[in-house]
């Protein structure tokens, strides 16, 4: 949807936009509860601008929520523009009654500068500011006894701190009088009212925010007021608003979302970087073989500061020493992409293996991708994985995913440890696989942001803890699964309105591309190699902190094992795989202080809501856990 209103222009056609109607409002209508909510001391402020006034007073505090923290010390009166938005459903093309609608993501850009009646009452405001009156109303008053009909010039400054997109006012050292001070520059408060989101009542309860950023000041960053919101019939009502600077010439469009966006584009742009950076560094090592190692190289310790200061070997084994923000990374990894020489890699990939190819096409003809992450141990160098597997892998011209030394049985692991204590017994050295998955549910941005964290830390050159996760496992990480509804923003589905994650049991090929391929792809890794763990990353509305939704591996009642030999043994199998689902659980809490294990999730009844996930096949004696790691949703920091 693109419209102009008035001077600005609301624009959501573009990668993971949404927004379906805006109009424009003179006051919004009071809230339902509108008596509870006034008692809450941080909602004075809004309630009262949200009521016919046209005009505010704003000075430092309301813009609070910029980096720097004084813009300026004088009051300056912003014009208030009130705004109605409703959001596009999922799958809004078709018929279906889908209701999924809480994500919004939209740009507002002012196309030309307001026109104010307000103008030369600079000697009056000069006594309110003499007399400490720094009464709203009293400013307000003012303003509107200087109604001559005089139109509100913008004269644009000549230095403006484009990193926090705020105009300071300048006069050039020109001092000028009372009676010919006019007012030159305003600013706008926008007022958004979204009218038609699904309840979220306990997240903002919990202090959750739209969020905003700039095309000229790219970081996004939560508003600087508590929004309004309240839940009206069906629907759930959201009113927050933000404060732009006046009008320039620079085109500045103000990007505005439920939480901070992860588009398709942002996951195609980050692969292409990595690829890029991964393929020079062994382009670069391939090129050495006669010198120096080049992870001792001096120019690769440059480009590589942040190990450097973090990993010295006598800090080498500090826990704290090894925490690395992942933001760090990916903003590197991007930073200069056009102008840094290609034939440099910008961080170290010693004994890394990293592969990515595209699995299959979705059904808007999207990339389904695929990244294998691991170390070069165990690796069989002449062998590769079946391309050949029939509508899998669409691209030929991509590198091909070697073989490793892999592990077939699930439950090798116990029986190497039965083995070590036997005389003579040599240790083997096989890997595992450990599939990684996220992104089936496109509103749950978090799970894209926990993946790049799991994708930085493999990939830390001198992170011990890494480096044995790679030497142990095969990681196998498709970071969206739902790259149509990704880039269309739908909160919960696919185009077709399908919830791709209730499809595991029958997948389409047809309706299901990227479900059927994953599908797909695991039984195959299912005849070549044991997989430890499948684990799906979710974000939750209702629960807070870390958890896991695991599986229920126990099909009969405990007391009825024993009636018969072949279920004795069934027992052991889900006894031991039951046991790995819990251990699993119980470690992330030991490792993680948010991880709540009282929120984890193993029973039957819990498993009936999951039935279409990927079924255990005991002829093979191949498991797969599914483990779904779920954040809440207001959580969209890197991790």
């Known amino acids: 949807m693109k419209i102009t209103i008035d001077n600005f222009i609301f624009d959501s056609d573009f990668d993971n936009g949404n927004l379906r109607e805006v109009i424009e409002v003179e006051e919004f209508q009071p809230l339902v509860n509108d008596s509870k909510i006034a008692k809450k001391y941080v909602f004075q402020e809004i309630l009262n601008s949200i009521k016919g006034i046209k005009e505010r007073a704003i000075n430092s505090q309301d813009t609070s929520g910029y980096t720097k923290k004084e813009i300026f010390n004088e009051y300056e009166v912003a014009y208030i523009k009130r705004f109605c938005l409703w959001t596009k459903p999922d799958a809004n093309n078709l018929s279906s009654n ?278 070069t141990k165990d690796i069989i160098m002449d062998k590769y994985e079946n391309s050949n597997i029939p509508k899998l892998f669409p691209l030929q011209n991509e590198k091909k995913i070697h073989m490793f030394n892999y592990c077939n049985s699930y439950f090798s692991s116990s ?40 994708i930085e830390f493999l990939l830390r050159d001198n992170d011990i803890r890494s480096k044995m996760l790679r030497d142990k496992y095969v990681f196998k990480i498709v970071p969206m699964l739902n790259p149509d509804g990704v880039k269309n923003g739908n909160y919960r589905t696919d185009l077709k309105g399908f919830n ?53 591996f126990f099909k009969y009642p405990l007391n009825n094992y024993g009636e018969k030999l072949e279920l004795s043994s069934r027992f052991l199998y889900d006894f031991i795989a039951q046991t790995k689902s819990y251990a699993f659980a119980k470690l992330c809490s030991i490792n993680n202080k948010h991880f709540s294990l009282l929120n984890c999730d193993f029973s039957n009844k819990n498993m009936d809501f999951y039935r279409s996930k990927i079924q255990i096949n005991y002829n093979n004696n191949n498991y797969n856990n599914n483990n779904n790691n779920n954040n809440n949703n207001n959580n969209n920091n890197n991790n």
């Open 98 to 375: 889908i209701k999924n609608r809480s994500w919004f993501y939209f740009s507002v850009k002012e196309c030309k500068p307001l026109h104010s009646n307000i103008i030369n009452y600079s000697s009056e405001l000069k006594k309110c500011r003499d007399n400490k009156d720094n009464n709203l109303l009293n400013v307000l008053k003012l303003s509107k006894s200087f109604n001559n009909n005089n139109s509100l010039s913008h004269e644009k400054d000549s230095k403006r701190d484009f990193d926090f997109d705020i105009l300071d006012r300048k006069d050039n050292g020109n001092e000028l009088k009372d009676d010919e001070e006019t007012i030159n520059v305003h600013w706008t408060v926008l007022q958004f009212r979204v009218m038609n989101l699904n309840n979220a009542s306990r997240l903002f309860n919990a202090g959750m925010r739209p969020v905003w950023c700039s095309s000229v000041n790219k970081k996004w960053r939560s508003v600087s007021k508590p929004p309004l919101f309240e839940k009206v019939g069906n629907d759930f009502q959201v009113t927050f608003e933000v404060i732009i600077p006046p009008y320039t010439n620079e085109n500045i469009t103000y990007y505005f979302a439920y939480s901070i966006p992860y588009s398709y584009s942002d996951l195609q742009h980050k692969i292409l970087a990595l690829k890029t950076d991964y393929l020079s560094y062994i382009r670069n090592q391939n090129n050495s073989n006669n010198k120096k190692d080049l992870c001792n190289d001096s120019n690769i310790k440059e480009k590589n500061s942040y190990i450097k200061n973090n990993f010295s070997p006598k800090n080498l084994f500090n826990k704290k020493s090894l925490m690395i923000n992942p933001k760090y990374f990916w903003d590197r990894l991007l930073e200069n992409k056009n102008n840094n020489n290609t034939n440099q890699s910008k961080f170290s990939y010693n004994d890394i293996y990293f592969n990515h190819r595209v699995l299959i096409s979705s059904y808007d003809k999207l990339n389904l991708d695929l990244i294998t992450i691991s170390s």
């Open 415 to 454: 029986d190497n440890i039965i083995n070590k204590k036997r005389k003579g017994s040599k240790k083997e050295s096989k890997k595992k696989i450990i599939f990684i998955s996220a992104r089936v549910h496109p509103g749950e941005v978090v799970s894209s942001y926990i993946v790049d964290g799991i």
């Open 500 to 552: 791709l994650n209730r499809v595991y049991k029958n997948p389409n090929i047809k309706f299901h591309p990227t479900i059927w391929a994953v599908k797909k792809y695991i039984s195959y890794l299912s005849s070549i190699a044991s997989i430890e763990y499948y684990i799906d990353f979710h974000g939750h509305a209702n629960k807070f902190g870390y958890f896991t939704f695991g599986n229920h």
